[in-house]
């Protein structure tokens, strides 16, 4: 970010913005709360009333092709446009349509395809809403409360996906998916409220000038910024191995648990409930400490925690071990996706961040699927505890080209080392290489 953007966005930032982040944040938790009611509900209502592995996929593939197809072209708008008013604008096309599937099931019409364009329709929704979050925070946080912040935002969603599931459940058993489909539509309406009346976000620098360029030239230029950036370029590349090298753990663990521990239900669900109270304390952890003064020595440490604990997944005989060895990936991940986020944050320049977080989401919804197509297929030919070996000692060893990338290591510096730099006429600040 140009030192003349950071100045004005912080000077411009109010002194009461621990306010306005409560607000940002409570509204997104209340709507990732409904949309997370009605994401299980979905699933569950699809598998109870098909019991069909075709179906399910069917589901899956319209819950996250849209976004990554959107995310690009989302990324322009968040740069072009204000972007509280494209969250407002996502929450509401998702609001309406799950309304309207509401009262189409209320009067007796739910045939299984509705479910599968309301996938399509949130996803499309979470497209256009994700890179505007990303680009909005560092609007409304002072750079160096950054790192709390984010860490607060992922505590708060582990815990919301750990309740929702049990409350989801809890619904279905005693309601119809219609009342979920309404809670939905009510805890929308609430985010929608607290965003409009009481939240003043300023409108970023770019979304007040005349926008002379098309929707192409725009996503072209966000492209090569990231193409000539050599620290977006690099972390982008980690991030998409590190991605594809997490899927065995992230989707085959409960088919390994099934096969190697017995089929009962209680151990899914402690395997799901382990990883997301692992992911709370480790959000609470970085809020609280907030990593090492450089940023890559904290996913470094991530990553090393995430490889070895994965490998160990693939041969402790004992389940509670098992499950230890899982909550401690849930504590590591906070420590890789919170200094990532931030450090988008802090050296992207404002006006790119909605396409760079936009790229970040295309590659965030597509890694793992892909890794998945690889994986999938193997898991029925060899033991699963082999692939969580394998993957989990490359997680270990990608530590190692963390540490050993020169232009990743001067990236996570604290700025005050940076700045310390220049004045020295030390290196090129990374944040300017390539432009």
Same mark, same amino acid.
């Given at each position: 970010?140009?030192?003349?953007?950071? *100045?004005?966005?912080?000077?411009?930032?109010?002194?009461?913005?621990?306010?306005?982040?409560?607000?940002?944040?409570?509204?997104?938790? /209340?709507?990732?709360?409904?949309?997370?009611?009605?994401?299980?509900?979905?699933?569950?209502?699809?598998?109870?009333?098909?019991?069909? =592995?075709?179906?399910?996929? @069917?589901?899956? /593939?319209?819950?996250?092709?849209?976004?990554?197809?959107?995310?690009?072209?989302?990324?322009?708008?968040?740069?072009?446009?204000?972007?509280? !008013?494209?969250?407002?604008?996502?929450?509401?096309?998702?609001?309406?349509?799950?309304? /309207?599937?509401?009262?189409?099931?209320?009067? =007796? *019409?739910?045939? &299984?395809?509705?479910?599968?364009?309301?996938?399509?329709?949130?996803?499309?929704?979470?497209?256009?809403?994700?890179?505007?979050?990303?680009? #909005?925070?560092?609007?409304?946080?002072?750079?160096?409360?950054?790192?709390?912040?984010?860490?607060?935002?992922?505590?708060?969603?582990?815990?919301?996906?750990?309740?929702?599931?049990?409350?989801?459940?809890?619904? &279905?058993?005693?309601?119809?998916? %219609?009342?979920?489909?309404?809670?939905?539509?009510?805890?929308?309406?609430?985010?929608?409220?607290?965003?409009?009346?009481?939240?003043? /976000?300023?409108?970023? !620098?770019?979304?007040?000038?005349?926008?002379?360029?098309?929707?192409?030239?725009?996503?072209?230029?966000?492209?090569? *910024?990231?193409?000539?950036?050599?620290?977006?370029?690099? $972390?982008?590349?980690?991030?998409?191995? $590190?991605?594809?090298?997490?899927?065995?753990?992230?989707?085959?663990?409960?088919?390994?648990?099934?096969?190697?521990?017995?089929?009962?239900?209680?151990?899914?669900?402690? +395997?799901?409930?382990?990883?997301?109270?692992?992911?709370?304390?480790?959000?609470?952890?970085?809020?609280?400490?907030?990593?090492?003064? +450089?940023?890559?020595?904290?996913?470094?440490?991530?990553? $090393?925690?995430?490889?070895?604990?994965?490998?160990?997944?693939? $041969?402790?005989?004992?389940?509670?071990?098992?499950? @230890?060895?899982?909550?401690?990936?849930?504590?590591?991940?906070?420590?890789? +996706?919170?200094?990532?986020?931030?450090?988008?944050?802090?050296?992207?320049?404002?006006? *790119?961040?909605?396409?760079?977080?936009?790229?970040?989401?295309? @590659? !965030?919804?597509?890694?793992?699927?892909?890794?998945?197509?690889?994986?999938?297929?193997?898991?029925?030919?060899?033991?699963? %505890?082999?692939?969580?070996?394998?993957?989990?000692?490359?997680?270990? #060893?990608?530590?190692?080209?963390?540490?050993?990338?020169?232009?990743?290591?001067?990236?996570?510096?604290?700025?005050?080392?940076?700045?310390?730099?220049? +004045?020295?006429?030390?290196?090129?600040?990374?944040?300017?290489?390539?432009?």
């Amino acid at each position: 970010m140009r030192l003349t953007d950071k *100045y004005v966005i912080e000077a411009d930032k109010k002194t009461n913005w621990q306010k306005s982040i409560i607000l940002f944040l409570g509204s997104q938790s /209340i709507s990732l709360f409904g949309s997370s009611l009605v994401q299980y509900a979905i699933m569950w209502y699809i598998t109870l009333t098909t019991q069909s =592995g075709v179906m399910m996929t @069917i589901s899956i /593939i319209c819950g996250f092709v849209p976004t990554f197809i959107l995310s690009p072209v989302a990324g322009v708008w968040a740069d072009r446009y204000n972007r509280k !008013a494209l969250i407002i604008l996502s929450d509401s096309l998702i609001a309406i349509s799950t309304l /309207i599937l509401a009262i189409l099931f209320l009067i =007796g *019409y739910d045939a &299984l395809w509705l479910l599968f364009v309301m996938s399509a329709v949130r996803a499309i929704g979470t497209g256009i809403q994700t890179p505007a979050v990303g680009a #909005i925070l560092p609007q409304l946080v002072p750079e160096d409360k950054l790192t709390k912040v984010n860490g607060t935002n992922g505590s708060i969603q582990a815990l919301v996906m750990l309740v929702s599931p049990m409350v989801s459940g809890a619904l &279905l058993t005693m309601a119809s998916i %219609e009342t979920i489909f309404f809670i939905d539509v009510i805890t929308a309406a609430i985010a929608i409220i607290i965003l409009f009346v009481f939240l003043d /976000i300023p409108v970023h !620098a770019k979304a007040l000038q005349k926008q002379t360029t098309s929707y192409f030239s725009d996503l072209q230029q966000g492209l090569t *910024y990231i193409k000539n950036h050599d620290f977006v370029k690099q $972390f982008f590349v980690f991030f998409a191995f $590190f991605f594809v090298l997490v899927a065995p753990a992230a989707f085959l663990t409960p088919l390994q648990i099934t096969r190697s521990f017995g089929d009962d239900v209680w151990r899914l669900t402690a +395997n799901e409930i382990a990883y997301s109270l692992g992911m709370i304390l480790g959000g609470i952890i970085m809020a609280s400490w907030g990593g090492f003064k +450089n940023k890559i020595h904290t996913m470094t440490i991530s990553s $090393f925690i995430i490889g070895a604990c994965t490998f160990a997944l693939g $041969f402790v005989p004992v389940f509670w071990l098992y499950l @230890i060895f899982m909550g401690l990936i849930g504590v590591a991940m906070p420590f890789f +996706n919170t200094p990532s986020t931030v450090l988008l944050q802090e050296k992207v320049e404002g006006d *790119y961040l909605g396409r760079v977080f936009g790229v970040l989401g295309m @590659i !965030a919804t597509s890694m793992m699927p892909l890794g998945m197509l690889v994986f999938g297929p193997i898991s029925d030919i060899i033991k699963i %505890e082999w692939l969580l070996m394998g993957t989990g000692f490359l997680l270990f #060893i990608q530590g190692f080209f963390l540490l050993g990338s020169k232009v990743l290591i001067e990236a996570g510096k604290p700025e005050a080392v940076l700045h310390k730099l220049r +004045n020295q006429g030390g290196r090129q600040h990374p944040d300017t290489g390539g432009h």
